[in-house]
Structures are given as C-alpha cells and as structure tokens.
C-alpha cells in the first residue's frame, strides 16, 4: 500500500521558518514527479511548488517563489518544502502528492498526480 506522510506543520510567527517533510512508503518515486499543494477551508487545492525526479527541475507559485524551496532525498524516499520568510496567507493544510508514472517531467495541475498524502497544518500568526 502506497503511503505519503507529511510532517513538519505548525504554528509559527510571521517571518519565520518551517520545513515539512513528506515520507513515502510501499514504492519508490525516484523516477517520478513530487509535488506541494495547499488549501484553505472553501478554497480548491492550490499548486505550490513541484519537482522533477532527479530533482533537476523545479517549479514555484509566484506567491511562494523566493522564500520556498522544494527538494527530494531519492535514497530516503523523501520529499522537502522548507519555507521561509512565512506570511499570514501562507495558513493553510500542505499536502505532498506523487506521480505515479515515470517522468522527468513535473506537474503543476492536481489532476496529474496519482498519490496524496493526508496533509499538515501550517498556521502563520501575524
């Protein structure tokens, strides 16, 4: 059974730091494209950031470009969002998703990836 688990979420003050961790389990992405997306209570799930499957390519929102950084660990399985500089717009629910092809590709939209992990609160206080 394929399994993404994200870790990491909080609260924290504005201009401050987090870095989420998303663990997969039951296959190897190593050859796929990883993903962030983020939602808000009565908002659609919003793209945040994605990453290729050697980590060579990556791609931001505007609204996180320059203060967030995704990256992946292939040998640990393991997807990275650290995320500086946070504003108050940045509360939301952070869910790490997964392709399920094998791609050196990565994707922007929701509907392009297969897997999603169960989320982890972010709460930026200003």
């Known amino acids: 059974q394929v399994q993404l688990v994200e870790s990491g979420g909080g609260l924290v003050q504005a201009g401050g730091s987090l870095k989420l961790s998303c663990a997969a389990s039951g296959r190897t992405f190593s050859r796929s494209a990883m993903g962030w997306f983020r939602q808000v209570p009565g908002k659609e799930r919003e793209f945040v950031a994605a990453?290729?499957?050697?980590?060579?390519?990556?791609y931001y929102a505007a609204s996180v470009k320059d203060r967030f950084t995704i990256s992946r660990d292939n040998a640990k399985n393991t997807l990275y969002l650290q995320m500086n500089n946070l504003k108050p717009e940045d509360t939301a629910v952070y869910y790490c998703?997964?392709?399920?092809?094998?791609?050196?590709?990565?994707?922007?939209?929701?509907?392009?990836?297969?897997?999603w992990g169960q989320g982890t609160q972010v709460t930026v206080s200003s």
């Open positions: 998703t997964a392709d399920a092809r094998e791609t050196r590709m990565y994707y922007i939209a929701a509907d392009d990836y297969d897997y």
């Open positions: 990453i290729s499957s050697r980590g060579v390519n990556t």
